[in-house]
């Protein structure tokens, strides 16, 4: 089987940067930004410090939620240009979109995100392209996130779905427990 190209796009030493080290390690082939390519992983985590609603200035939710978001739309415009027909892209995001102790600016663009990725599986799944996310706590393992990447990248049947891989800390209600 020939090696699939893969286009990583976001922070050189972000989430999606590692997880696309493991997959270039294994079946991918890296390409640079402007070519076409099999697969595409956008890195849409956050990284905004917690800071509690009342808290939470203006100008700090405008980064974390609009201005991150239109980083995050600007990459979707990206990945699409270099799309090949039947790419799948790949969103990174965070778990913050499930509300976050001390993170509503996170959980606004992270939430943000997902919608838009829905968004355009569906206005792009007739053509063939399959885009997806994969949800993750802060500080999970890249090796461990790649393997689920590659199912997810992998997958026909995936399409349009946000794929949380917290370890079933959502159903703990881990976040929800009073700090």
């Known amino acids: 089987m020939a090696a699939r190209s893969l286009l990583v796009l976001g922070k050189a030493d972000g989430v999606a940067a590692a997880i696309g080290a493991v997959l270039c390690a294994g079946d991918y082939s890296p390409v640079a930004e402007g070519q076409i390519a099999d697969a595409i992983l956008i890195d849409g985590v956050d990284e905004a410090p917690d800071t509690p609603f009342l808290d939470l200035t203006e100008e700090a939710f405008v980064a974390q939620a609009i201005d991150a978001t239109?980083?995050?739309?600007?990459?979707?415009?990206?990945?699409?240009?270099?799309?090949?027909a039947d790419a799948a892209i790949l969103v990174i995001?965070?778990?913050?979109?499930?509300?976050?102790?001390?993170?509503?600016?996170?959980?606004?663009?992270?939430?943000?995100?997902?919608g838009m990725m829905r968004s355009v599986a569906m206005e792009h799944g007739r053509s063939g392209l399959r885009v997806n996310a994969l949800a993750l706590p802060s500080g999970v393992d890249p090796e461990a996130a790649a393997v689920?990447?590659?199912?997810?990248?992998?997958?026909p049947a995936a399409h349009g779905q946000c794929v949380l891989a917290d370890g079933g800390d959502n159903l703990k209600l881990r976040q929800a427990r009073r700090r």
Request: aromatic content about 4%; hydrophobic content about 60%; proline content about 0%.
């Open 148 to 155: 689920l990447a590659a199912a997810l990248i992998e997958s």
């Open 93 to 114: 995001a965070s778990d913050a979109y499930l509300g976050r102790w001390h993170g509503a600016g996170q959980a606004a663009g992270s939430a943000a995100l997902i």
């Open 70 to 84: 239109l980083d995050r739309r600007a990459a979707l415009l990206t990945a699409l240009e270099c799309a090949a």
